[in-house]
């Protein structure tokens, strides 16, 4: 879907369990500086005053430009077809039921529509983020392959996930598509893989791993503990992040067999991706006690140039039809490639977000 050229004007929210940010697009580009207001998530009168303070603050910045709709995207199952949310795991003041939608759209008198972020993170990814910038380098080097579907996973309060498959944002019948966070964990028994792959995971390997119970330690801390910028634990600082990574890893194992698509990785711990993917990418390309692979594609890693650069290879091979007098091409190596957000995660799920404002308006 091209929307560089869309006039519409779409009011945004990246709505995490920490914190809101606000702002408004214009073909497919921000027009006004994000603004962020705390999720207040335990607290539902703050939280929806603070919802509609942040886009009244946005309309105010637009000036004389006037928004068509509303789009943006909230953490984790609701009824997002009709606007309902409840039970949300991060932010619990939502629980029961509250019809967000329907309450924008009597306060500001345009449409609203509301998604999963980590839906919004895969689409916006694939409309201008990893997809189509992997797709062109391909394409530079002389491949006729082109990726199709890409995998959304967001790591920071929590573990969330999106696809897109074909162009098509995937949502499933109880626009629950892509719940990543309620997959086994791989490193903890009986618990579901959000709580090996997010940011109080961190705390709580460094903790267990150090025998430091510092409640104070932020990831960024354990990240800097590892790197030797501050002092610390640094072996049970890195065995943090490798556990998370293995585990992270397990779960795209699952995704990766079921999906085949391209992987993107955003959220806060997204940043420390240097320390994550190596035990992440080793997990993906293990093997079973069989000695069978893990998955049948060859996995790489997108942030390094040189696998970079083998992945875009023109692997393609030349055969002859038999029986024929003519050849066909024959994509010999399969390939699974695990990156980076190119967008940067509240900016993907904005584009995400704006785009589907259109495509619900020009549907209309």
């Not at 795991?89 to 924008?104: D, E, I, S």
């Not at 010999?332 to 900016?347: R, W």
Request: aromatic letters at 8%.
């Amino acid at each position: 879907m091209s929307i560089s050229n869309k006039q519409q004007v779409v009011l945004t929210l990246d709505a995490g369990g920490t914190n809101f940010v606000f702002s408004a697009m214009q073909g497919g580009k921000m027009i006004v500086d994000p603004y962020r207001l705390p999720s207040n998530g335990d607290n539902l009168e703050k939280s929806l005053q603070n919802i509609l303070d942040g886009f009244n603050h946005v309309i105010t910045q637009l000036g004389d430009k006037k928004p068509e709709a509303i789009s943006f995207a909230f953490p984790g199952p609701a009824d997002y077809p009709n606007g309902i949310i409840g039970d949300l795991q991060n932010l619990p003041g939502y629980r029961g039921g509250v019809a967000l939608g329907p309450m924008l759209e009597h306060k500001f008198g345009i449409p609203a529509y509301i998604n999963n972020d980590g839906d919004l993170f895969a689409y916006g990814e694939a409309i201008g983020g990893l997809l189509p910038d992997i797709n062109a380098k391909l394409a530079e080097n002389g491949s006729e392959k082109v990726y199709k579907n890409i995998i959304g996973i967001t790591l920071g309060t929590g573990l969330g996930g999106g696809i897109v498959s074909n162009g098509q944002l995937h949502l499933g019948d109880n626009s629950m598509g892509g719940e990543i966070w309620l997959l086994p964990s791989k490193v903890l028994d009986h618990v579901n893989a959000e709580e090996a792959s997010c940011i109080r995971a961190v705390q709580r390997f460094y903790k267990e791993f150090s025998g430091v119970d510092n409640a104070d330690l932020t990831p960024k801390d354990i990240f800097e503990i590892a790197k030797g910028i501050q002092e610390g634990d640094k072996a049970s600082a890195q065995k943090a992040f490798d556990t998370l990574g293995e585990n992270l890893g397990d779960v795209l194992c699952t995704l990766a067999t079921s999906i085949d698509a391209l992987i993107v990785i955003g959220g806060g711990l997204s940043g420390a991706s240097e320390l994550i993917l190596p035990a992440t990418l080793k997990e993906m390309k293990s093997q079973y006690k069989s000695g069978t692979d893990r998955l049948v594609a060859k996995v790489f890693n997108l942030t390094s140039e040189e696998e970079l650069g083998s992945f875009v290879k023109n692997n393609q091979l030349e055969i002859k039809v038999p029986f024929a007098d003519h050849t066909v091409f024959y994509d010999a190596s399969p390939k699974i490639g695990v990156g980076i957000s190119k967008l940067g995660t509240s900016e993907a799920i904005s584009l995400g977000a704006y785009a589907y404002a259109v495509n619900q308006l020009e549907e209309k």
